[in-house]
């Protein structure tokens, strides 16, 4: 490099003087890590009790599992430290109807905040997109699973 060409100078500079990348805060990282691991236990718990739908509750514990190793990667990354979070104990009280009802708006508000975080933080936004498709497809599963539930109603 020409230490006189003024255009390499910019370049540099311009560089150098680029804002620092912003990455998810500590406590938001920690809030999703609780939520992807008692997603997990709650659809292997649902899984567990067989039907038909145990094999799409083994995927979908299987998919939050993922998710919540790569917010731990992150999380290490960032950190230098692995994340202190809690097992979640899954919720095995409720019907499979109520567990579904519950679940189906937990994973379009996880998806919506996956797809503003792949917007707020650039540098992890293939990852958050990645998850955030996951999460619409968790929720689609379950509005088949339940429409395969509800009652047929017969017209006279």
Do not use: C
């Not at 990645?130 to 929720?139: F, K, N, Y």
């Amino acid at each position: 490099m020409d230490i006189y060409d003024p255009v390499k100078v910019q370049e540099v500079w311009s560089r150098v003087l680029q804002p620092p990348q912003t990455a998810p805060e500590e406590e938001m990282l920690l809030q999703w890590l609780s939520g992807e691991q008692a997603s997990a236990a709650t659809y292997r718990a649902l899984a567990s009790r067989g039907g038909s739908f145990a094999q799409r509750f083994r995927h979908m514990a299987a998919d939050e599992t993922r998710h919540f190793r790569r917010l731990a990667a992150l999380y290490f990354l960032l950190f230098g430290v692995r994340p202190k979070v809690f097992p979640a104990a899954a919720d095995t009280e409720r019907s499979l109807s109520a567990a579904m009802r519950s679940a189906y708006p937990a994973e379009l508000s996880a998806a919506k905040g996956y797809h503003n975080a792949a917007r707020r933080f650039p540098e992890q936004a293939s990852m958050f997109n990645a998850m955030a498709d996951d999460e619409e497809e968790h929720a689609h599963m379950l509005w088949e699973m339940t429409a395969a539930l509800m009652p047929r109603t017969r017209r006279f």
